[in-house]
């Protein structure tokens, strides 16, 4: 796990600073902590920064073929290196380090930009063509690994955050007005926008060249979809998912430096936990973070899978305290991200890296095996628009306003009543905008009363429900299955995966999923539907059949039957409590209203209704927590600021 960067003045053909590349390495530091390399020749250079995994002493980077054409900075890990090794050994190739990434230059020279056919990992990386004089830029096929890049004026610059490119040579900072349409409604931007017109991310699966003709991109991957569902009964299939879930394991704890796991209480994390303790030798270091909120603490829950497994578990309680840890988040984010889960997920690897260098996670068992509640509620929401007439639905959505306005102080999303509401307007969109609406965060009535006229001008008659609405309809599988795609392709990359990625690298750490094997992808993405989303009788559907099948005979039952929780963080009860003074100084700032993106009324009212228990508006007044911290960071002073100036800026 790195950070990398680098120029290439393709056009421009003007020479690039080593104080630049630098620079990006500097605000990158973070992210390879152990080692710094550069590569430069006349318009073009590379930079990179080192958290040593495999091969410690002579993994140094960048990389290089036999003859020196080639050079690689690569941020991630190829996890089945070692056969690939094998095989280029066997044809001729010649080898001078004992690390994974080294095997990546010489499938180049063998298949070109075919190189990643064979490869099973997590990466992003930038592979110069010497002799060729082209860049070749790659990202994993479920995006664990970002890669940002701006294209100006003849000249491309990329980097593993954000913020490193924001100290290169004529990148603008100019805001884009559809990506902040993006975040407030679904709490982040999705590739290949980011906050700034001219900087993009690489949307996953996908390939970017750049020489002397421009910038291309493509995809070298796609999820498979829409066709016939793997055969086999539930037994073998079952079977099956144990041995690709028990290989990707085995792969993903390579490691020469100490490793061990997150641990939830979920499912997923747990089976990662069993299978781990199943192949390890020595004890399985476990890591759970909780809240002193009852109904938001999994504490009990993965303390009985640690105990089971007899881990070396560990334990942190999360108390509120936003003038310390919103800086932190905006700056590792160096975007718009409103997930407040960040939260905890920023503590359990901070607590992680104190005693290992590697964690592996149970991320993509949702997405993979229909373990959203969404999913199912979408099933029922279609069930209640066919079968319901149009007065009920009403009646319906009149009942839900008003068990979320009797449940103004409850338990944020989780509430009866905000649950109800969600699912009632959903229940009356049409078919194509009805996940759409489930997924926002922000209604259409806030959305015209809180972005200002000039926000909305920019944005015009853009209906972001109805763009998302035919992504999904383009996709190639049918009912549930293609919002478990869609999911897939955007929500798990887009948020799940930036977060874990942001957070475990400002410590330092190295996040794997081994989940997220595109081989278990694959099959599960053929999988039946009711091997996911599994009739319990005419109104009950179970998510994650498959799954819980499996861990019937690993897990305790408790953990196996209890419903899905996530990350969730009680943004609700601290805005009402040690938050709401902070929040109202902020929101409410001078410096806030003469943005002139979002309109003081619409604000103020948000604040008074949730501190009221009029309404549970938390989801919405954490996004604005974090945009007026973000704004103060990368927008109202020269950038980089120093560390010191950058939080007394935020807050």
Known sequence: MCGIAGIYAYQERRPVAAETLAAMAGLLAHRGPDDAGFHQEPFFGLAHRRLSIIDLAGGRQPLYNEDQSCALVINGEIYNYRELRRRLEASGHRFATQSDSEVLLHLYEEAGDDCLDKVRGMFAFALWDGRRRRLLLGRDRLGQKPLYYADVGGCLNFASELRALLVAPGVPRDLDAEALDDFFTFQCIGAPRSVFRAIRKLPPAHLLLCDAHGVRLRPYWRLPSGGEPVAGSAASLQEQLHELLREAVREQLVSDVPLGAFLSG????????????????????????????????????????????????????????????????VWHFSEPFGDASAVPTYYVSELSRRHVTVVLTGDGGDEAFGGYDRYRAAAYAERCAAWLPAPTLA?????????????????????????????????????????????????PEWRAALYSPDLLRQIEDRSLRAERAAQLASLGSPGLQRLMEFDTLGYLPNDVLAKVDSMSMAHGLEARSPFLDHRLVEFAARLPLNLKIHPRGLLRLEGKHLLRRLASGLLPSDIIQRAKRGFAVPIDLWLRGELADFARDLLLSR??????LLQPPAVERLLADHLGRRADHSPLLWNLLIFEVWCRMFLDRPFPPAAAEAAEAAV
Request: proline letters at 4%; aromatic letters at 8%.
């Open 266 to 329: 979920g499912i997923d994390s747990s089976l990662i936990v069993a299978l781990m303790a199943k192949a390890l030798a020595s004890p399985v270091r476990t890591f759970t973070i909780g809240f002193e909120a009852g109904a938001y603490n999994e504490l009990p829950f993965a303390r009985q899978v640690a105990a089971r497994y007899a881990t070396e578990h560990h334990e942190f309680v999360v108390k509120p305290d936003a003038l310390a840890i919103l800086p932190k988040l």
């Open 591 to 596: 410096r806030a209203r003469d943005r002139g």
């Open 395 to 443: 009646a319906l959505r009149g009942l839900a306003r008003l068990a979320s306005l009797l449940q103004g102080g409850g338990r944020s999303r989780w509430s009866f009543g905000a649950r109800l509401r969600r699912f009632s307007d959903a229940a009356a969109q049409p078919a194509s905008e009805r996940y759409v609406t489930m997924l926002a965060m922000l209604r």
